[in-house]
């Protein structure tokens, strides 16, 4: 049971380079979700999707972009990368039909 | 806007000292509100999703209980092994693909 799998687990960036950080999970869920989440600072809502095809901007979206090409899949993109965007990521999804939000186990970026 | 308060920010108890960690949200539109536990390096586990006040759901000696302002995470005889971070989360009307609104946490460290 992978559920929802991230990679890679850890990274350093230098200023300016860009990224893909990947998800996938193998629920068949439709909604997927891309937090990030800094010391005592609670989880932020980067982008969002609610299926194939269709993703929308979070509370934080400045500096990513995402794409949702199938179900499984749902990649966050860094462009340029910022010290700013030190942080753990994490991706998570749900059912159609639930409420329940299942998470990763978390992508630690560090921009140097 | 809506908005998530957890208290306190760390708990340190003795093993068998039982406790209470407050959530209290303003919301609109409240779909659900959620407790996951997050250990070091991991991801958020779920735990428990509450629907209306009154509700109360238990999980060995974890209780949560809602109100219309405010859930309890009641911790009965804890153990070295409940020592983590506690997220309050809440799931508001339509917005952001139903995204959760979380708190800063809880962190609970538990001594033998």
């Known amino acids: 049971n992978a559920g929802v799998t991230q990679t890679p687990k850890f990274r350093i960036l230098k200023i300016g380079q860009s990224m893909t950080l990947q998800c996938t999970q193998d629920?068949?869920?439709?909604?997927m979700y891309w937090y990030r989440q800094d010391p005592g600072m609670g989880l932020k809502l980067i982008y969002y999707?609610?299926?194939?095809?269709?993703?929308d901007k979070g509370e934080v979206p400045n500096g990513y972009n995402v794409s949702r090409s199938t179900t499984e899949d749902f990649p966050l993109r860094l462009e340029l990368a910022a010290p700013s965007q030190t942080s753990v990521y994490f991706c998570?999804?749900?059912?159609?039909?639930?409420?329940?939000?299942?998470f990763g186990e978390g992508s630690w970026l560090t921009v140097v | 806007e809506d908005q998530v308060t957890q208290s306190p920010e760390a708990l340190r108890l003795q093993e068998g000292e039982s406790s209470s960690l407050n959530c209290s949200y303003t919301v609109s539109g409240l779909r659900g509100l959620f407790w996951y536990r997050q250990d070091p390096g991991k991801g958020p586990e779920f735990l428990f999703t509450?629907?209306?006040a009154g509700e109360e759901k238990e999980k060995e000696r974890l209780k949560a209980t809602l109100t219309k302002k405010e859930s309890f995470l009641h911790i009965t005889a804890p153990k070295p092994e409940d020592s983590a971070t506690y997220l309050c989360?809440?799931?508001?009307?339509?917005?952001?693909?139903?995204?959760?609104?979380f708190g800063k946490g809880t962190t609970l460290s538990v001594s033998s």
């Open positions: 989360a809440v799931q508001a009307g339509v917005k952001a693909g139903t995204a959760l609104i």
């Open positions: 998570a999804s749900r059912a159609s039909s639930g409420n329940t939000i299942y």
């Open positions: 509450l629907y209306s």
């Open positions: 999707s609610v299926g194939a095809g269709i993703t």
């Open positions: 629920m068949n869920h439709n909604y």
